[in-house]
């Protein structure tokens, strides 16, 4: 199901404000590609450029091409609602629908491509709830609000919900940045499981996390406030994190500045 | 901003159990100013209060009086006639006027509101969004005696070929049976109170939508959601019950609309199973209608049919109450 | 799978049919038009029903065409978007009807003459007259209503914020809830029941003022508590910690800070009750005489004028475009009131709120 993302050429826009600069990459399908930044690096307005989600902000706009495998994100006629079909997301904070179960929460994108069956959405809803490691937490609750649930639950729940639909790519906001070690350190084991079946990009401040999660990291940076942000350099983890080719890079990593 | 922040102990000291404060504020307050600038302000709370109480006891007193002399069923009688010998009143058609008026009212205003505040916050334009709010806004100042005037010389001559138009189609059901009067009915009453109601509606409903936090809105668009279906799964969900207190506070607004009512309905004292034909009454606007000619009989009767539309109104804006301060609660525990 | 899938070229999941984005527009212009050709040919004479086949046309039509070319989904989309914008468009017409007839009818018997002339020497049914007299017992009942509502109302809201906790607070931010739901129509027949038939007094401007006043409590009251609210505990700490009493801290720090937010409430106030006209129809009655004197005998006011001059029309031009006049004049009241009051908000606002 993984798809490749080929970025060329991306800026992104708040009305007149260009908030990301000629960005091109290659995320390769099955991997899981961290970006790292400083704050307002654009990293998450990147992030969301990868479903068509920037252009839901009041004055979001974005120019270039983003293929998934040999489509373009951005072509005529695309439909951005299936563009978010194929590449779901996970946000920085877990966000369940307050007024529905945690069944319906995990259910609520299937019924959407209208699955009416009872016995099917059953198992997509076990499969997707086992993929997010959270089904023996909460299989003898599932018609509970998803909200009474622990902030780490949460998140995986909204895992759970993003992996239901099966998507081509899943996308992580700071999945953990509200979460506590534990629950951090499950969700990431989650990661190391999911890039077995989804191409996953993360953005993530931590960079222990980085570290440990990715295969390949991303440096973004921007010259100044109210310049655009940038991609510094991207590379495989390991040699982002001993021996980058850019200085900025080794400044960050080394916590000199960020 | 949080309420109890907000309201925390101005006393320089650590503050003690919320209960135990105001009596200490007050043995506390040994000089005279604090003491009298207490005793006024607590005092302007009692008043208020022995305010709302004597509206119910002078209302019922004066009610009691005429009830008591009403020789027919207060609850039942079909007939207003408080001055005869001897005196025959009954609310009967008044609270079925009430109600479908009422109701009308609420079946067009509620859907088209909570439309407008979808358009407002979901649909327009973002230029066109703040503009339209604010002049939903001023609409809600509009008083209701020029609704009432422009009902009566606007809105009656308009609703001729529409009263044809359901008497042609819909004359078989018996509810939409039209005779040929001029329009001034029940359903008349209903859409002008529609009209009215619509902006206060519409406004809290727009508040209500503006506040569903945008991550459930994105959660929704991540899914690979319409637009509508991201109302569906996130909008209307939450914001449920605030749409139903404002339709209570339009609701309440409804029952007790008088001098609009008064302008368009031609009223009398039947029950007319036909909403396009003149007939019946409402509580605000019997009392209107027929208070300039009330001896006191008169008067008295129509303050014991103004009780129960006090009561009427007490219970509906009570219910609007509570349920906005249970969703407080519910907000407030997943904040 | 193996790799092998992933290069598989699979036909394409993103693009969809779609309409044009002109679409929505081409229907709506054929539904106006498919709806005023109906009822021409239907010889329907009411713009009402026109539009409310137009309506019809819209909305089904973007469901059928839409449903067919892009597919289930996406017509209950866009379904929902022409309901919406229907839903709007029908709010629209009779609100925006009601300014634009009281406007266009208004403005031609206002002007100076209407301003400062009573009904005095003029029967209802012929032209001339004014409303000057209903102008000086509005302002005189509302202004009543103020002077009696305000220093209640703000000591009660003080009492609520800086002092209340407990039952008595709870009981009375309770009632000042249902108090605003109270129609006006009973707060007349209360002041009524006691004033009128148990003191036995006449009808008066005092006594309308009576009634206004439990209407614009309950609204004093919740803006009032609102801007006190909004005082940051820091400011009466620190004066507090100086040693100034409790009370003066009130009245010298935490009142002036708000003062710009009560003003606008006040303000908010009176322009609902400016329009109030069934407490004045069973307590202050109206008249086509100056009356100068609140206290004593019947007086008009703005609404009641209007009330009066529809009511006892008898059919007649005159009365109906006096009607129209005074309902502007009140309506222009309002309104100045209402963009005055959001005016000082805006400019009062504290600093430090929200």
Known sequence: MAKRIDVSGLNAYYGSFRAIEDISMTVEPRTVTAFIGPSGCGKSTFLRTLNRMHEVTPGGRVEGKVMLDDEDLYGAGVDPVSVRREVGMVFQRPNPFPTMSIYDNVAAGLKLVGTKKKSEMDDVVEKSLKGANLWNEVKDRLGKPGSGLSGGQQQRLCIARAIAVEPNVLLMDEPCSALDPISTLAIEDLIGELKERFTIVIVTHNMQQAARVSDRTAFFNLAAVGQPGKLIEIDDTERIFSNPSVQATEDYISGRFG | ?335 | MSNATLSDKRPSTLRAASLPKWFSWAVAAASVALGLGISAALGLESSIQWALIAGVLFVAGTFGIAARVEGKRQAKDRVATSVVWVAFLLAVVPLASLVWETVSRGVKVLDTYFLTHSMGVVADTEPGGGIYHAILGTLEQVGLATLISVPIGVLTAIYLVEYGRGKLAKAVTFFVDVMTGVPSIVAGLFILSTWILILDMGPSGFAGAMALTILMLPVVVRSTEEMLKLVPNELREASLALGVPKWRTILKVVLPTAIGGITTGVMLAVARIAGETAPVLLLVWGSNFINTNPFSDPQASLPMYIYLQYANSGGSGAAYDRAWAAALTLIAFIMILNLAARGIARWKAPKTGR
């Open chain 2, 1 to 335: 901003m949080d309420i109890s922040t907000t309201k925390d102990t101005p006393l320089p000291s650590t503050p003690p159990p919320p209960a135990a404060e105001e009596k200490r504020a007050a043995r506390g307050a040994t000089r005279p100013g604090d003491r009298i600038f207490l005793g006024l302000s607590r005092g302007s709370g009692i008043f208020l209060l022995a305010i709302m109480a004597a509206i119910a006891v002078f209302l019922s007193y004066r009610a009691v009086l005429a009830i008591g002399k009403d020789e027919g069923n207060f609850f039942t009688t079909f007939e207003w006639n408080p001055t005869g010998n001897p005196p025959v009143f009954g609310i009967a058609v008044l609270a079925f006027g009430t109600i479908v008026s009422s109701i009308i009212a609420m079946a067009i205003a509620v859907p088209v509101a909570v439309g407008i505040a979808l358009f407002i916050t979901h649909y327009a334009p973002r230029k066109l969004g703040g503009p339209i709010a604010y002049v939903v806004d001023l609409l809600a100042a509009v008083p209701s005696i020029v609704y009432g005037l422009w009902g009566a010389l606007v809105l009656v001559p308009q609703l001729d070929g529409l009263y044809g138009w359901l008497n042609d189609y819909l004359g078989w059901t018996g509810i939409f049976e039209w005779q040929g009067g001029a329009p001034r009915s029940m359903l008349t009453v209903g859409i002008l109170l529609a009209i009215m109601i619509l902006p206060i509606i519409t406004n809290v409903s727009r508040e209500v939508f503006r506040q569903v936090p945008q991550m459930h809105e994105e959660a929704a668009l991540a899914l690979g959601a319409t637009r509508w279906e991201v109302i569906r799964m996130a909008v209307l969900p939450f914001g449920r019950s605030g749409v139903i207190s404002a339709s209570m506070l339009g609701l309440g607004r409804a029952l007790g609309e008088t001098m609009a009512v008064a302008m368009v309905l031609s009223s009398s004292f039947e029950i007319n199973l036909s909403l396009l034909d003149p007939g019946g009454g409402t509580f605000a606007q019997n009392i209107a209608s027929k208070f300039s000619e009330a001896t006191e009989m008169g008067r008295d009767a129509l303050i014991a049919s103004g009780l129960v539309l006090f009561v009427i109104t007490l219970l509906v804006n009570g219910a609007a109450r509570l349920i906005i301060a249970r969703r407080k609660e519910f907000s407030g525990a997943n904040a």
